[in-house]
């Protein structure tokens, strides 16, 4: 059982890039989405969730909200966040996270079992 996260790199201010979250030994579409990030110094932070099923709906922090968006790819086993108009304090490393089957997610961190290495989105001005 394996997420596996990538996408990340370096990006202009204004400037799109996706990051990619592969699952490996379950199905990811089953499962409520995360995703988080960590500012250097801080804390690792939740700005976007998704649940399955008509119980959940999708959440975006309001610093995001409008920018990013979250998908997904059942055929694929993978989920995405779409990052548009990048900003300087976008600079993070990110990281994404699957819940529980069915199970609706807010984005409190306990609420997800399954987590992907960080990649590292540098944004530059």
């Known amino acids: 059982v394996q997420l596996q996260a990538s996408g990340g790199g370096l990006v202009q201010a204004g400037g799109s890039l996706r990051l990619s979250c592969a699952a490996s030994?379950?199905?990811?579409?089953?499962?409520?989405i995360g995703w988080f990030r960590q500012f250097p110094g801080k804390e690792r932070e939740s700005f976007a969730c998704?649940?399955?099923?008509?119980?959940?709906?999708?959440f975006y922090a309001d610093s995001v909200r409008g920018r990013f968006t979250v998908s997904r790819d059942n055929a694929d086993n993978t989920a995405y966040l779409q990052m548009n108009n990048v900003k300087p304090e976008d600079t993070a490393v990110y990281y994404c996270?699957?819940?529980?089957?069915?199970?609706?997610?807010?984005?409190?961190?306990?609420?997800?079992?399954?987590w992907g290495q960080g990649t590292l989105v540098t944004v530059s001005s």
């Open positions: 996270a699957a819940g529980r089957p069915g199970v609706v997610v807010t984005g409190h961190f306990s609420e997800f079992d399954f």
């Open positions: 030994g379950f199905t990811l579409g089953v499962y409520g």
């Open positions: 998704a649940s399955t099923g008509g119980d959940g709906g999708t």
